[in-house]
């Protein structure tokens, strides 16, 4: 149910052996390297990812990973509470609900330490969306600054 109707075949990493996630973020990592990149953390797709591929990620060095309500630190095991923001726009009725429902998430979590907003390329193509989630980064960078990831649980060690 979760990796099927919630996320559309996307939670491959939800309920993955340790060697399997080993092996796909340990070449996916070589890659980034090869590309000139310096990857610190892993986020696996829709946040679904299970206690034995949390662990793979522990054996790469990854120093991060975050699901939909938490931010871990990887290096000392230290879970921070911090729910994000997303959209779903795959269908119509999609689309309202997750604009009432960011509305409402947007004001309870604007006091936050961290405050998450998560976009993705097709979030773009629908304009009541892209003018919500432009908005929520115009207000919060009265008082934020932009950062990522890494920086933020540096910041936090």
Known sequence: MATRVYTADEGEFYDIERPHAAELVGRANTELREAGLQPRGFIAPAWLLS????????????????????????????????????????????????????????????????????IHPVDIEHQPIWAQISYFIRNASTSRSPMTYFEWITAQR
């Open 51 to 118: 206690d034995e591929g949390e662990a793979a990620l522990k054996d790469e060095g990854c120093e991060y990973t975050t699901r939909l309500r938490t931010v871990t630190d990887l290096r000392n095991s230290r879970i921070h509470s911090a729910q994000s923001l997303c959209w779903s726009v795959r269908a119509a009725w999609r689309r309202s609900m997750s604009l009432a429902w960011n509305a409402l998430l947007y004001r309870a979590l604007r006091s936050e330490p961290l405050l998450r907003i998560s």
